[in-house]
């Protein structure tokens, strides 16, 4: 399906965002999605956390960007997580002095004309989430069983964790640094599908602004989805112990 290309992201005059992306197995994705980002008036800049893709990801990304300076990589030895990623991704981002931060997909399953919506979206805000499930089930190529499992992940997740948001495990963002400075990032210990959760549950356990826009999810159409069954279920024991944690005061 041909998208739109993206609108101007409107960025607050004075602030700087900064797009966090997880590579891994990305060859074929990656200088696509990376025009597409920085083709949006004003800039914003890109952090790729690359694990030692085989199939030379990172080769491919160190040369866009040395042709590129608002794209940075950072090179991990191997497959360290999803988690991993984006933590070290968010300490890149507090150091380097970004107002706020982006989480995205390499796998085209983000389409990137949500970010204007969500850098107006944050403005009162700390965190926005884009939401699969707020106006119905919004994905288009997604797998039955996918489907449904995501579908009553999050009904699960809500239930045990008493959180009122449609998508808690959507991986499409945009957090202040407030937020991320809200949480102690040592503490987050997910590294699947799980941190997206874990993430929004201890941001709304301290009290921040969170609030959803609908988006819609795309099924990748290249590559291999890295979701399995094992790590499906691990990520519904982390909501009890999250849910546990809380309720004894150490979260």
């Known amino acids: 399906m041909e998208r739109p290309p993206p609108a101007p992201s409107n960025v607050p005059p004075g602030k700087r965002i900064l797009i966090v992306i997880p590579v891994y197995n990305e060859r074929e994705n990656i200088v696509g999605l990376l025009d597409q980002l920085l083709a949006i008036p004003p800039a914003l800049d890109v952090l790729l956390i690359e694990d030692n893709s085989p199939d030379g990801t990172g080769a491919v990304v160190d040369a866009y960007s040395r042709e590129n300076p608002r794209v940075a990589v950072i090179h991990r030895p191997g497959k360290l997580g999803l988690g991993t990623a984006y933590v ?3 300490a890149y981002a507090i150091g380097n002095g970004y107002d706020y931060v982006i989480e995205m997909d390499a796998d085209n399953s983000h389409d990137p004309k949500y970010i204007a919506p969500f850098i107006e979206a944050i403005e009162g805000y700390d965190l926005v989430i884009g939401s699969r499930y707020l106006k119905g089930v919004s994905s288009v190529n997604w797998p039955f069983w ?3 499992m995501s579908y009553l992940a ?3 997740v809500r239930f045990v964790s008493g959180m009122p ?3 808690c495990t959507g991986g ?7 937020a991320l400075e809200a ?5 987050v210990k997910s590294n699947s599908f799980s ?3 874990e993430l929004l549950y201890r941001m709304h356990a301290k009290g921040m602004r969170i609030r959803e826009i609908p988006i819609i999810f795309y099924e990748r159409a290249i590559g291999k989805s890295k979701m399995d069954k094992k790590t499906f279920f691990e990520a519904l024991l982390k909501v009890i112990q999250l849910r546990l944690k809380r309720a004894r005061g150490r979260l």
Request: no cysteine.
């Open 146 to 148: 996918r489907l449904v």
């Open 154 to 156: 999050n009904k699960y």
């Open 88 to 90: 070290r991704g968010f």
């Open 172 to 178: 499409y963002k945009i957090i202040s640094r407030r």
């Open 195 to 197: 941190f997206q959760f």
């Open 165 to 167: 948001y449609t998508d």
């Open 183 to 187: 949480i102690d990032l040592r503490e």
